[in-house]
């Protein structure tokens, strides 16, 4: 019996292939004007020659003045632009699946800088906690100009052969701003009643449906709850029985799916999660919001897995189960889930290395998929008439992925690793709490060496003589880098233990004060790791902030699990010596000299490349290459993306 998955399934007059949804994600792919760019093309038409049966688009403006979220944000602000997103919606449709532009104005959440004001507009003057960009209250008349908008918007979407819409009432963006009580303070029709609050996404639905003259189906996607008390922010706002209410006044106005979300940019980590969260977490409230109204359901649910998936719409969760970064992860999901080969599917590990590249400006990449978002770039290539031997020096991504890229073009790679298995750091980095899913990204690369039967040689200390000894063509140092340990007194000493120790349960401290030295990440996850062997933490950051350079939303969750009675964060401070029972530090804003007791030390300062190894390995091959953290230290993504590309140009 063929699963609910892969089923067809309609909403209003459109039939989908399959029940799997490519849910709505920023990628950041467009020309700087908002025109699809190749890059557009090739990211979206993988996925819909993946097998998916419907493609939400990442968010779509409305108009290029006010409503810009983003830099490369696609927009059909214009009839110009319909020629080119037709050509977007013809590479979709060549390969089965249907399409449906995500259209959407960011409200508070937007950047003035980006949409030429000094402001960003809102229901209300409150400015965004997150943004926090001048914010000024919409006038009557602007509201009415925005409603027309959202109408033309769709029009040209549907001129441009789209299928259907969505319209964005989710995340805290322009409509959820007026849906919630939170950010609506307005007393006017506009505000105020539950009535006045919904006024707004009303009138752009029947504007759109006025438009779209009832040919084309919509979709509006709501956060049913905003869950702001988990951030400290009281009632009123969106919780589940008000998105129930809306949920229901949607449904009452004609719309024909509902698609399921939740969270705001304060409460970030609940719409976009971090590995800390299980798959599925979200079905009570999707099922309360289902079994609320008749029409179909769409939703995502951190969905990883085909079976959490199926399970979900077997118990009636939803209609249709919508996949977000899984399918940057693999564009291929859908069909492997259709030809039941579920364990080649490459899964989402759930890092965030996606939205913080996207918040950087990037385009969308993805840290397991080097193809993510260079489609365009980097094609399929014919098998090579001439393989070569490429020698690999470690099994950490960069040199997984250099295997993989190489073998799959028709070369021979021949892999080296000291170690009893593959995965390089990521071994260590999956061993602190809530970070299990990393063990997906071993397990994939453990099935694909095997199944393209790449030579591995484990446990295999390499050397310039064990290299040459295969004749390679090409030799890639995939070597990783070697932790940074400070020149300072006592850092030699018994109660000193590097970040690894910790992380690999090597070090035996229980119901001790440990002052971990640097609040990265990696360091953050080690007093974790203490913590929960009783001990109490002092971290130790030489910088004004806390864990500068990494992602917010993972520094909040792993901050969020840390007790407040055992950790000290001592921003501003520099290690100056260790002692037998304390640390001398200087407090790097008035250069006083800080001395606290503590019982242990573990270092956890950085790493950097061992340019004394790669240069052993310099003349072993015609051609060397250096990849990964071997070059400069990074992370999985960019280390993956690196023996993706070096490797693709062999």
Not at 442 to 452: A, V
Request: glycine share 8%; proline share 5%.
């Amino acid at each position: 019996m063929s699963r609910l998955l892969t089923q067809k399934g309609k909403i209003g007059n459109v039939e989908l292939k399959n029940r799997m949804v490519m849910a709505p994600m920023g990628d950041l792919t467009a020309n700087p004007d908002g025109t699809v760019s190749d890059t557009t093309i090739a990211y979206y038409g993988a996925r819909a020659k993946g097998g998916i049966g419907l493609i939400i688009t990442g968010i779509v403006r409305i108009n290029n003045t006010d409503g810009t979220a983003g830099p490369n944000q696609l927009s059909l602000a214009d009839d110009k632009y319909i020629p080119g997103f037709k050509k977007l919606v013809d590479e979709i449709h060549k390969y089965g699946a249907k399409v449906f532009p995500q259209i959407q104005h960011s409200g508070r959440q937007g950047v003035a800088a980006l949409t030429g004001n000094d402001y960003v507009l809102a229901p209300s003057a409150i400015p965004s906690a997150v943004m926090q960009q001048p914010t000024r209250e919409l006038a009557v008349e602007e509201i009415h100009t925005l409603v027309g908008q959202f109408g033309d918007c769709a029009r040209r979407a549907m001129e441009a052969g789209a299928d259907g819409v969505e319209i964005h009432g989710a995340h805290g963006y322009l409509i959820n701003q007026f849906l919630s009580p939170f950010s609506n303070k307005r007393t006017d029709e506009y505000g105020g009643s539950f009535e006045n609050r919904m006024r707004f996404l009303i009138e752009i639905m029947r504007d759109v449906r006025k438009k779209t003259e009832n040919k084309i189906p919509i979709s509006v996607r709501i956060s049913a709850d905003e869950f702001l008390s988990a951030v400290g922010i009281p009632m009123p706002y969106i919780d589940i029985a008000e998105g129930i209410r809306i949920a229901k006044a949607i449904e009452a106005e004609g719309v024909e799916a509902i698609n399921v979300s939740c969270g705001t940019y304060e409460t970030m980590n609940m719409a976009i999660e971090p590995m800390s969260f299980a798959q599925g977490w979200r079905k009570d409230f999707i099922k309360a919001i289902k079994d609320s109204v008749n029409v179909p359901v769409i939703a995502v649910a951190m969905i990883r897995e085909p079976s959490v998936a199926e399970d979900l719409l077997q118990n009636g969760i939803m209609d249709f189960a919508s996949f977000g970064r899984a399918l940057l992860a693999d564009a291929d999901f859908a069909n492997k889930v259709i030809e039941n080969r579920d364990d080649e599917i490459r899964k989402c590990i759930s890092c965030l290395f996606c939205f913080d590249e996207l918040n950087k400006g990037s385009q969308v990449v993805c840290a397991v998929n080097p193809l993510t978002g260079f489609e365009a770039k980097y094609p399929p290539k014919e098998t090579v008439s001439q393989p070569k031997t490429v020698a690999i020096v470690g099994a950490g991504p960069a040199g997984l992925s250099a295997a993989v890229t190489l073998k799959e073009s028709g070369h021979n790679p021949v892999v080296f690793e000291a170690a009893d298995s593959v995965g390089g750091q990521v071994k260590i980095g999956k061993n602190p709490p809530k970070k299990d899913y990393l063990n997906w990204m071993i397990e994939y690369y453990e099935k694909k060496l095997n199944d393209l039967d790449i030579d591995l040689r484990l446990n295999q200390k390499a050397d310039a003589n064990m290299i040459k000894s295969v004749n390679p063509d090409v030799a890639l140092l995939a070597v990783g880098a070697k932790p940074i340990v400070p020149d300072i007194p006592g850092v030699e000493g018994d109660n000193v233990y590097s970040v690894e120790q910790v992380l690999c349960n090597q070090t035996n401290l229980k119901g001790k004060t440990v002052a971990v030295i640097g609040s990265g990440l990696t360091g953050l996850e080690a007093a974790e790791m203490l913590q929960q062997a009783g001990n109490k933490t002092i971290i130790v950051e030489m910088l004004d902030t806390i864990a500068p350079g990494a992602y917010v939303q993972n520094v909040m969750d792993v901050k969020g699990r840390l007790a407040e009675d055992r950790t000290e964060y001592l921003p501003s401070h520099k290690l100056t010596a260790i002692q037998n029972g304390a640390i001398e530090m200087e407090n790097t804003k008035t250069a006083e000299i800080v001395t606290r007791p503590v019982d242990a030390v573990v270092l956890s300062v950085g790493y950097k490349p061992d340019k004394e190894l790669l240069k052993s390995f310099y003349h072993v091959a015609p051609e060397v290459y250096i990849i990964g953290d071997a070059v400069e230290v990074s992370n999985i993504g960019i280390a993956t993306r690196s023996g993706h590309q070096t490797s693709y140009n062999i």
